[in-house]
């Protein structure tokens, strides 16, 4: 008899309404499996995730832990989150079907001043990629800052005397908490595999392995993956003002990236379609040298002073 699967999960609507949809893929497969809800570092078997390049992972590393403490089987992340290099002994497990990666501006009273790039407003994200590419577009705005879950950050929206905030449409869509005035900004390059559900698993564990393959999605896996890659090359995380999205369509890969200075000034952009036949395994990090050479790199320069 297979065990039961324990699915870790954060506490958040949105992280147990990710899990839950991962329960219910897995009994479509006949596995039974049941949520564990993981709350902070101090509640597990205290086993420090370790990550290459000092990357932490701030939405994860509690979850890592319980899963190298046997406390899970496997975790359930927004892929966006994940760090592009791991802990050591974890491993992607799947990847789910793509929601959508589209970023939405949830706005106030009106949405006049979207029309006239020279205007003045007051929008709230914090996201640095996101506040770049906004600054780019609209360098007159102010950006306030906007922490919290979903929830939270909705709440703050209404209390607040901001013109809008940026929210990612994927996640107040699963919620049911999109709003009928949310915006969808097409222009704004997301976050890199911005929308797409992750499964992890201990490396060792060959069985869940098994297991989760059966709910992977390839053209979501394989786009996610040229996204992170192109990530990882340019030494991004959640600090870096990177956008990066990957689609196919009629067997070609259509590839955005851009990164720029987090006050919008300084941007370097890249836009390809390649046939998949001419897609190695490195295309994502080929893609972040050929922005580098066409630009990005003197942007990666002024990020490093910026952070000197």
Not at 252 to 281: T, V
Request: hydrophobic content about 40%.
């Amino acid at each position: 008899m297979n065990k039961v699967l324990r699915i870790g999960t954060r506490e958040s609507e949105l992280a147990v309404w990710q899990a839950t949809l991962v329960q219910k893929s897995l009994a479509q497969h006949n596995i039974a499996s049941e949520l564990v809800y993981i709350k902070s570092e101090g509640d597990i078997d205290l086993v420090t995730p370790l990550y290459a390049i000092g990357v932490q992972g701030i939405f994860t590393k509690t979850l890592d832990a319980a899963l190298l403490s046997k406390r899970i089987d496997i975790a359930v992340h927004s892929m966006k989150d994940v760090p592009t290099q791991m802990a050591q002994g974890i491993t992607q497990a799947a990847v789910l079907k793509r929601a959508s990666q589209t970023d939405v501006l949830v706005y106030k009273d009106n949405p006049g001043f979207l029309q006239d790039e020279q205007s003045y407003a007051v929008i709230a994200t914090s996201s640095v990629r996101r506040m770049a590419q906004w600054l780019h577009r609209y360098p007159n705005h102010q950006i306030e800052n906007l922490r919290g879950n979903v929830n939270t950050r909705m709440q703050k929206v209404k209390d607040s005397n901001w013109n809008g905030a940026i929210f990612a449409a994927a996640g107040i869509e699963r919620i049911g908490l999109r709003p009928s005035n949310a915006i969808d900004l097409h222009w704004m390059l997301p976050a890199a595999a911005q929308g797409a559900i992750m499964v992890v698993c201990r490396e060792e564990d060959t069985t869940v392995l098994e297991q989760c393959a059966l709910l992977n999605d390839v053209d979501t896996a394989v786009c996610t993956r040229v996204e992170r890659d192109f990530l990882r090359a340019l030494m991004g995380g959640c600090s870096t003002p990177i956008g990066a999205l990957a689609e196919i369509e009629d067997k070609n890969l259509l590839f955005k990236g851009n990164i720029l200075s987090p006050d919008g000034r300084h941007k370097a952009a890249i836009e390809k379609r390649i046939n998949l036949s001419e897609c190695d395994s490195n295309i994502g990090t080929t893609l972040a040298q050929q922005l580098l050479a066409g630009g990005g790199a003197a942007v990666v320069e002024t990020l490093q002073h910026a952070t000197k």
